[in-house]
């Protein structure tokens, strides 16, 4: 079946109930985190997120409609009806399960800090040593995020700064303005591979989701509560291109590494 990947204007010019009647899955993404989802000034969207939309699309015999909507405004826009699933990164919390469902987990990478080389956060080699010498550091996370929700629990000495996307982050960061940035490696080592990355270093460690529940319980893909023969579908199509191998594949391309989660 060939699918469709139409414009934000489209997306725009079509409702939720017009394009679920016309078999097409309207996918609410941001479009603004490499390698996760990019969007083109046309809204065409690229990334992993968008090949897991296709190939679920394909596995639904659906048409894929992609809606580019700023992270924090995802949830909102779902349960107004806006699109018919969240498939943006977006990791799986107890809080975020409160107001959505999600599908079974697909996808988990590691979060980790980036700092200035020479930072005297740059050597640290434990998760309780860098939290505590957080202190007194302005650290970027991008808001809505895990990100966001773990530095205000774990880190609270920290000065926190929000941003709307991981590209205002890195620009502050690149200038000066804050000393440390938080995100998941694959956002991170993009940043390190741009021009204003290059007197930049990671912390070397990581911190995965299993540290703390702020974290989340993978990456899923978000459905509205009541939308349960929806959820079923997409768990099951899920779980079939874990299991062949798809998702995996995919993650090679984008983040050169397999980021599949074993389905649960």
Same mark, same amino acid.
């Given at each position: 079946m060939k699918l469709k990947l139409f414009s934000l204007l489209a997306c725009l010019a079509l409702g939720p109930t017009m394009a679920a009647a016309a078999g097409t899955l309207a996918i609410g993404t941001e479009g603004e985190y490499p390698p996760w989802s990019m969007a083109d000034a046309n809204g065409n969207v690229t990334g992993f997120d968008a090949d897991v939309g296709a190939m679920l699309c394909k596995k639904l015999e659906m048409d894929c409609r992609f809606v580019v909507q700023a992270f924090d405004g995802l949830i909102p826009a779902l349960k107004a009806k806006q699109f018919d699933v969240i498939i943006s990164g977006m990791s799986i919390t107890k809080k975020r399960l409160e107001e959505i469902n999600f599908s079974v987990g697909y996808a988990e990478l590691a979060n980790m800090v980036v700092v200035p080389k020479g930072s005297d956060l740059a050597d640290i080699k434990d998760i309780p040593t860098l939290l505590e010498k957080m202190a007194g550091h302005k650290v970027g996370v991008q808001a809505g995020t895990t990100h966001a929700h773990f530095m205000e629990k774990k880190a609270p000495g920290a000065d926190l700064r929000t941003y709307d996307t991981l590209d205002q982050m890195e620009i502050d960061l690149a200038n000066g303005r804050? @000393?440390?940035?938080?995100? @998941?490696?694959?956002?991170?080592? @993009?940043?390190?591979?741009?021009?204003d990355g290059a007197n930049f270093q990671l912390v070397d460690v990581n911190i995965n989701s299993s540290y703390d529940d702020s974290l989340g319980m993978g990456i899923g893909v978000g459905i509205r509560k009541d939308d349960t023969e929806l959820k079923g579908k997409i768990d099951k199509a899920l779980c079939e291109l874990i299991a062949d191998g798809s998702i995996a594949k995919s993650s090679q391309k984008w983040f050169g590494m397999d980021i599949s989660r074993p389905c649960q």
């Open positions: 804050i @000393d440390a940035g938080f995100a @998941d490696v694959s956002a991170l080592q @993009d940043f390190l591979k741009k021009p």
